[in-house]
Nanobody, 126 residues
């Protein structure tokens, strides 16, 4: 079993920045990809960003490209989501997720995640 714990959420003004962290523990896969998803109020959960095991491949939703950056520290089993130029529409509960495997492809980066964190609230005020 894999446990994922997010941290770093909070309240920020529009234009500000936040950095989310996701720490993985337990029986992590030998190699695994990590992703970030979010669920805005009253809406379905949506993909935000993903990173391959090596960190060499990253994918982003169009709505966050150029503003958000995903990274990971394999030694710490931790993934990060740096969020800049935040907008009120970024308000959501943010979840990290993981799945086994070394690679991500254009058809797999947004799906197939086995483990999920409990979520952290991000609120952007206008």
């Amino acid at each position: 079993q894999v446990q994922l714990v997010e941290s770093g959420g909070g309240l920020v003004q529009a234009g500000g920045s936040l950095r989310l962290s996701c720490a993985a523990s337990g029986r992590t896969f030998r190699s695994y990809a990590m992703g970030w998803f979010r669920q805005p109020p009253g809406k379905e959960r949506e993909f935000v960003a993903a990173i391959s095991w090596s960190g060499g491949s990253t994918y982003y939703a169009d709505s966050v490209k150029g503003r958000f950056s995903i990274s990971r520290d394999k030694a710490k089993n931790t993934a990060y989501l740096q969020m800049n130029i935040l907008k009120p529409e970024d308000t959501a509960v943010y979840y990290c997720a993981s799945k086994g495997g070394q690679y991500l492809t254009t058809s797999s980066y947004y799906t197939g995640y086995n483990y999920w964190g409990q979520g952290t609230q991000v609120t952007v005020s206008s």
